[in-house]
C-alpha cells in the first residue's frame, strides 16, 4: 500500500507557521522546530503523517510565492537548502513525509526565462512562454480572463505582441507544448527528488495546456451563468482543461515512479468532478491523488455532502484514492464558514470526524486542529492581490499566524508585528491552551488522527452509504476483511434518532463529551444535536 493512500496530510503555509528569525515571517528553520507538535511518535502529538509547504522557491512575492523567480532555489526569507535539507532529515526521522508546491503553469515575470523571452521576437526563448500578434483592432488576441481579474493578455511595448497570463501580469504562463519547457519542468522535478523530498502538490495543473489555436471561449447561457465557475463571464472551455495536458502527466507520473513511491496531488481546480476524475487516468498512469475541492464549496448539509462523496465514489477509476479538503490557503476556513453561535465548535468536531473517517486522502490545513477562524484584516494591512481587486474574496483572513499561545505575538514570531495581522481571539484560542486539555479540539483531532492509523477499516477499507438516518443525517459503512466502522454524523442542530437495523456496536469515538464509549444496542442509537459518532460493529 503506497503511503500516500494511509497519510493524513498536512498543509503548512509557510509565511505563517513558525518564524525563527524574527523578521515576522515565518520560515524553515521555524517549521523545522515545531516537527514534534506535527508528529513525535505518541498519540501527545497531532499525528499527521506528511507536510505540504506551499512554494518556498525565491520570488518577487506578487502572489506570495506562486510566482517563482527560481524553481531550484529557497528564497533567503525562508531559508537555504541546507535549512531545506535539516528539515527533510528531521521530518523522516519522525515518519513525516514533505511535498513541495511546484508551480508549473507560470513564472515570475522576473524568472530569467522570461527576461530572455521578452527580449526579442527571435529570442530562442521566445517560445517558451505564449506570445502573439494584437487583434487587428490592436486588442489582445482573444477573450481569455485571468482568474485574478481582467484580461489575461498584456502588452509588451519591446516587441509589440501580448504574452498570455491566466493569472496576474507578473505571473507569465509557460509553453507547455514547447518540448524544451516540458523538459526543463521534469529536470526541476527531478532536482527536488534527487534531494529527497516526498513529492509535490501542484498548482493549477489543469491550466498547463491551452487550446493550441488559442480560440476564443464562448459564453455561458445568461440562466447558466456562475460568478466562479464562469468568471469573466465565460465558459472555460479553450484556456484550460484541455486533452493534451494528460500526457504530460503520464510522462511526470513515469518519472515519479522511478523514484519508487513519491506523492503528486495536483491542483485541478474544476467544478465538475467528471473532469476532475479524468486527472487519475486508468487509476494508475496519471495523478496519484487530485485534489477534490466539493467540501469546501459545499452547504452545512447531510444530503449536499453525502452526495458529493457518493459522486467521488463513483466516479473515479478502481484503485484511484480520492481526496477531502475542508479548508486551504484559498478560501475562508471551514470554522468560519460552517460557525454558529451555539454549534459552531461542535460542528468542528463533526467536521473533522467526517474528512478523517471518509475513504480517501484528508488534507488538514494548519490551524483548524484547534479551531481558528479567519482573521479580521485591516484595509491597509492587505496583502493579497485579489484582496486587493476584490475585497470580499481576499484571501488574507485564512492565512494569519499561526496560534501557539495567547501571548502578545502568540507564539509566532518575536518580531513587534508579523506579515499579517494575528487573530484577536489567538489570546483564547491557542495550541497551548488546548494540549493538555482532552476535551479541546485539538484533543480530539489528536485521539481522531490516532486511532484512524490503528484502523485498518479507516484508512484501508471500502465506503457504503448506509440509509438508516432521518433528516440531515450522514451514515456510511467502513469495511476491510472483517474489520467494520460505521459513521453516524448529525447535521441538524436538534437530536436525531437512527433507524439502524437491530445489532450491537461499540462507541469507538463520539463528538460529544456526553457519550462514554462502549457497547450500545444500533436499534435504539440516537445522536445528540451536531454529534458524529464512530462504532465498531
Ligand atoms: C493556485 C494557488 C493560489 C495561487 C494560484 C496562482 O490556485 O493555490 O494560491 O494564487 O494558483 O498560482
Not at 11 to 17: A, K
Not at 193 to 219: E, Y
Not at 226 to 235: A, E, I
Not at 348 to 362: D, E, I, K, S, V
Request: glycine share 8%; proline share 8%.
Amino acid at each position: 500500500m503506497e503511503w500516500w493512500r494511509e497519510a493524513v496530510f498536512y498543509e503548512i503555509y509557510v509565511r505563517s507557521f513558525q518564524d525563527s528569525n524574527g523578521d515576522g515571517v515565518g520560515d524553515l528553520a521555524g517549521l523545522t522546530r515545531r516537527l514534534d507538535y506535527l508528529n513525535d511518535g505518541t498519540p501527545r502529538s497531532l499525528g499527521v503523517d506528511a507536510l505540504w509547504l506551499t512554494p518556498i522557491n525565491p520570488s518577487p512575492l506578487f502572489d506570495f510565492g506562486y510566482d517563482v523567480s527560481d524553481y531550484t532555489a529557497v528564497d533567503p526569507l525562508f531559508g537555504t537548502l541546507a535549512d531545506l535539507d535539516r528539515l527533510i532529515t528531521e521530518a523522516h526521522a519522525r515518519d513525516i513525509r514533505i511535498i513541495l508546491d511546484l508551480v508549473p503553469n507560470h513564472t515570475s515575470h522576473l524568472h530569467p526565462w522570461f527576461g530572455e523571452s521578452r527580449r526579442a521576437r527571435t529570442d530562442p526563448k521566445r517560445d517558451w512562454y505564449v506570445w502573439r500578434d494584437p487583434a487587428a483592432d490592436g486588442g489582445p488576441p482573444n477573450n481569455w480572463v485571468s482568474s485574478f481579474g481582467g484580461p489575461a493578455w498584456t502588452r509588451d511595448e519591446a516587441t509589440g505582441q501580448y504574452y498570455l497570463h491566466s493569472f496576474l501580469a507578473e505571473q507569465p504562463d509557460l509553453n507547455h507544448r514547447n518540448p524544451a519547457v516540458q523538459q526543463a519542468m521534469e529536470r526541476v522535478i527531478e532536482f527536488w527528488l534527487d534531494r529527497g523530498v516526498d513529492g509535490f502538490r501542484v498548482d493549477v495543473i489543469h491550466k498547463m495546456i491551452k487550446d493550441a489555436a488559442l480560440r476564443s471561449n464562448p459564453r455561458p447561457a445568461p440562466e447558466e451563468e456562475h460568478p466562479v465557475k464562469h468568471y469573466g463571464g465565460l465558459l472555460h472551455l479553450h484556456d484550460e482543461d484541455q486533452p493534451e495536458v494528460h500526457d504530460i502527466i503520464r510522462s511526470w507520473r513515469r518519472l515519479l515512479d522511478r523514484y519508487g513511491e513519491r506523492a503528486m496531488v495536483g491542483e485541478v481546480y474544476l467544478f465538475d468532478p467528471a473532469r476532475v476524475a479524468r486527472y487519475y487516468g486508468n487509476g494508475h498512469d496519471e495523478l496519484p491523488l487530485a485534489f477534490n475541492f466539493s467540501f469546501l464549496w459545499s452547504p452545512w448539509d447531510a444530503a449536499a455532502f453525502r452526495s458529493q462523496v457518493e459522486q467521488i465514489e463513483a466516479l473515479l477509476p478502481p484503485g484511484a484514492q480520492p481526496t477531502y479538503v475542508l479548508s486551504s490557503h484559498d478560501a475562508p476556513r471551514h470554522r468560519s464558514r460552517f460557525d454558529d453561535p451555539a454549534h459552531g465548535e461542535a460542528r468542528a468536531r463533526l467536521a473533522a470526524m467526517m474528512l478523517l473517517t471518509l475513504r480517501g486522502t484528508p488534507f488538514l490545513y494548519y490551524g483548524e486542529e484547534i479551531g481558528m477562524r479567519d482573521g479580521f484584516i485591516p484595509a491597509e494591512r492587505v496583502c493579497d492581490p485579489v484582496g486587493k481587486r476584490f475585497p470580499a474574496v481576499g484571501r488574507d483572513p485564512e492565512r494569519t499566524p499561526m496560534q501557539w499561545d495567547g501571548g502578545r505575538m502568540a507564539g509566532f514570531t518575536t518580531a513587534a508585528d508579523a506579515w499579517l495581522p494575528l487573530a484577536e481571539e489567538h489570546q483564547r484560542i491557542n495550541v497551548a491552551a488546548q494540549q493538555d486539555d482532552p476535551r479541546s479540539l485539538f484533543g480530539f483531532y489528536r485521539r481522531l488522527i490516532w486511532h484512524r492509523k490503528r484502523t485498518a477499516a479507516l484508512t484501508r477499507g471500502d465506503y457504503r452509504s448506509v440509509d438508516a438516518g432521518p433528516d440531515n443525517t450522514f451514515v456510511y459503512l467502513r469495511e476491510h476483511g472483517a474489520e467494520r466502522r460505521l459513521v453516524a454524523l448529525n447535521f441538524a442542530s436538534e437530536p436525531r434518532p437512527l433507524r439502524l437495523a437491530p445489532g450491537r456496536g461499540r462507541v469507538e469515538l463520539s463528538t460529544s463529551f456526553e457519550r462514554p464509549p462502549g457497547e450500545v444496542d444500533l436499534a435504539s442509537l440516537a445522536l445528540a444535536p451536531s454529534e458524529g459518532v464512530l462504532l465498531a460493529l
